[in-house]
């Protein structure tokens, strides 16, 4: 979604001058402008657009940011229309961090994490640890950026993981190049070990919260703690974790994995039992993928 084009014959020349700059950069006229300065009415938005596009390439991060921006109220999208401006101009001569810091000061902890959020639904899990942690800078009890970074941590970590896995075959098609991730053993384990200090953070601020356990769980199964692992999933059980179904499966895979088959199926059972008392579980997909559980396992 594009944030609407600035109104207002000042903004209309702010918009042609940043534009024009960027044309006097790129050394040609930009197709998408000279389009619609025949059009004449509604080139603005044309231009807006334009000046969008260019500013990707000096900086995707702010640019991004700037796309989503319509997740924050009325005022701080036009306050960002006039910032943008002035980031692009700034691009051009080199100063991008000036233009960022400028930007940045203007979003409130809950305006990064909101930023956050839409980076994950993206897959743009660099980008999230990056918004995350500026929420953090300006609150650093954020509850949930301290979860999202732990979880960007910590699916980084996957990726890699999995990437580096012998014949591990490239993501298909059009994906985020951190579907690309490869890290180092060492810089696996120590991303891991962010990630579970966020979760630590995360369950010291609201102690009957059942998620950050639940998400340290699946950090010490990666790093090949199956015992932790099944620890942290009973202790998120304990705590009325809202997807109870899933977290029995879970830790009967991690049983079975051990070689307790008696123990496994316990838990596949349970997660059966416990299915018509939650009905986001109780589907047939998942119905059926606890009963092949439970048959492989007797």
């Known amino acids: 979604m594009r944030s609407p084009a600035p109104r207002g014959t000042v903004m209309s020349a702010c918009l042609r001058m940043a534009v024009q700059g960027l044309e006097k950069a790129a050394g040609k006229p930009l197709p998408a402008v000279t389009a619609q300065k025949r059009a004449g009415a509604g080139a603005n938005v044309a ?3 334009t000046l969008h596009r260019m500013h990707f390439r000096i900086d995707p991060r702010t640019h991004r940011a700037l796309e989503s921006s319509y997740v924050m109220p009325e005022k701080y999208n036009l306050v960002t229309q006039g910032l943008s401006i002035f980031l692009a101009v700034l691009g051009l001569v080199g100063c991008q961090a000036v ?6 000061a203007h979003l409130s902890a809950d305006d990064f994490y909101a930023r956050a959020q839409l980076k994950w639904n993206s897959g743009e899990y ?10 953090l800078r300006k609150q650093p009890n954020h509850y949930g950026a301290l979860m999202l970074l732990g979880d960007a941590d910590v699916q980084i970590a996957a990726i890699s993981m999995s990437n580096n896995k012998p014949n591990a075959q490239k993501p298909a098609g059009d994906v985020p190049s951190d579907f690309n991730i ?8 120590d991303v891991l070990d962010e990630g579970m200090r966020e979760y630590r953070l995360a369950a010291q601020l609201q102690p009957a919260q059942p998620d950050p356990h639940s998400q340290m769980a699946r950090a010490w199964d990666l790093k090949g703690d199956r015992g932790r692992a099944v620890a942290e999933y009973r202790e998120a059980l304990r705590l009325h974790a809202p997807d109870a179904p899933l977290v029995h499966v879970k830790i009967g895979r991690l049983l079975k994995q ?4 008696s123990g496994a199926l316990g838990e596949f059972e349970e997660a059966k039992r416990l299915l018509p008392d939650y009905p986001r579980f109780n589907q047939p997909g998942f119905t059926r993928e606890v009963e092949r559980a439970i048959e492989q396992t007797r």
Request: charged share 40%; net charge neutral; glycine share 6%.
């Open 258 to 261: 051990d070689g307790d088959r």
């Open 126 to 135: 660099r980008l999230v640890q990056q918004d995350t942690r500026d929420a």
């Open 47 to 49: 231009l807006w657009s």
């Open 182 to 189: 490869r890290l180092t053993q060492k810089e696996e384990a």
């Open 99 to 104: 233009g960022r810091a400028i930007l940045n």
